[in-house]
């Protein structure tokens, strides 16, 4: 699945995400772009301005260095790295459309969140 995010300023959004998540920038026109890394493409569609924002949810293998490198390269962290009831270590950050990405890798299932056994 590949995300089409609404963003304002389709150069700035790239730049971004280039300098700040490490994504490259893929291509874009007037209307659309996209950026794109190893396992992931985010496009972008120009609007004149900005509706809902967005949340997406990121599996990944190492969200510590993940979450520390975006801390470092300036990302705005609005949900600390920590460990989740329902099976993930994860933080969120937004961009600054305003768009959410919680991004985390799986843990062991604590408490009231662990899957019943079946009899």
Not at 1 to 18: E, G, K, N, S
Not at 32 to 56: K, L, M, N, W
Not at 92 to 115: K, M, Q, S, V, Y
Request: hydrophobic share 40%; net charge negative.
């Amino acid at each position: 699945m590949t995300p089409q995010l609404p963003v304002t300023d389709i150069p700035a959004t790239q730049a971004w995400y280039r300098d700040v998540l490490g994504f490259e920038v893929a291509w874009a026109n007037e209307d659309f772009g996209a950026v794109s890394s190893e396992r992931v493409e985010i496009y972008f569609q120009r609007v004149d301005s900005p509706g809902a924002a967005v949340t997406c949810c990121v599996r990944v293998d190492d969200a510590d260095a993940l979450h520390d490198a975006c801390r470092e390269r300036g990302a705005k962290i609005v949900d600390a790295l920590a460990d989740r009831p329902w099976g993930m270590r994860e933080f969120t950050l937004e961009d600054p459309n305003g768009h959410r990405f919680r991004i985390g890798h799986a843990i062991e299932l604590r408490g009231r969140w662990r899957t019943r056994e079946r009899a």
